[in-house]
């Protein structure tokens, strides 16, 4: 037993650009499923916070213990929009203990405002496990663009999730 151990800790040792031990343990991998997609009901439970992450300078959090409800049935991916218009995505992350925290980001593509921003993102710590919404209120007329908008839960540098919305005006809307 001891020499094949010490055979082992010889390799290792032997081949410094193996990785290390830590290295070759198993990794739990980090997931995220989109449960559902769309627009969402007003929220009541939402609390402005300062951001400087944020074209107008707060994000909106909801509660944790507010689950959203969506008009169309699990995914819709066209948006008819007026000021206060709230879409987004209802996503579970996986691949960590339920409901400890994972630090994650929530990314937003969209066309150019008129004050020349494209893409906005904010951290967005989310329980595993557990769905949790990352959305996007129209709070302004000039949010009001309409074409592709894209949604994206990163992790570590990395995209888990993404749901592009085809955004229109509520009276270039045609059913």
Do not use: C
């Not at 650009?17 to 989109?34: C, D, E, H, M, Y």
């Not at 400087?52 to 507010?66: R, Y």
């Amino acid at each position: 037993m001891k020499k094949h151990i010490l055979v082992l800790v010889a390799a290792f040792l032997a081949f410094p650009s193996q990785p290390a031990w830590s290295q070759l343990l198993p990794r739990t991998l980090v997931s995220a499923a989109i449960i559902s997609a769309g627009e969402i009901l007003p929220t009541t439970k939402t609390t402005a916070i300062q951001s400087d992450d944020s074209h107008n300078g707060a994000l909106f959090v909801m509660d944790a213990e507010e689950v959203p409800t969506f008009k169309q049935s699990l995914h819709s991916e066209r948006i008819s929009t007026i000021v206060g218009t709230e879409f987004g995505i209802l996503v579970q992350i996986d691949g960590g203990k339920p409901l400890n925290i994972v630090n994650v980001r929530t990314r937003w593509t969209h066309p150019k405002f008129s004050d020349g921003v494209t893409v906005e993102e904010w951290p967005s710590p989310m329980n595993f496990g557990y769905g949790r919404y990352a959305g996007w209120v129209i709070e302004d007329p000039s949010e009001l663009v309409p074409g592709k908008w894209k949604v994206e839960i990163l992790y570590k540098g990395k995209i888990i999730a993404s749901q592009v919305f085809n955004v229109e005006l509520a009276s270039d809307f045609r059913n």
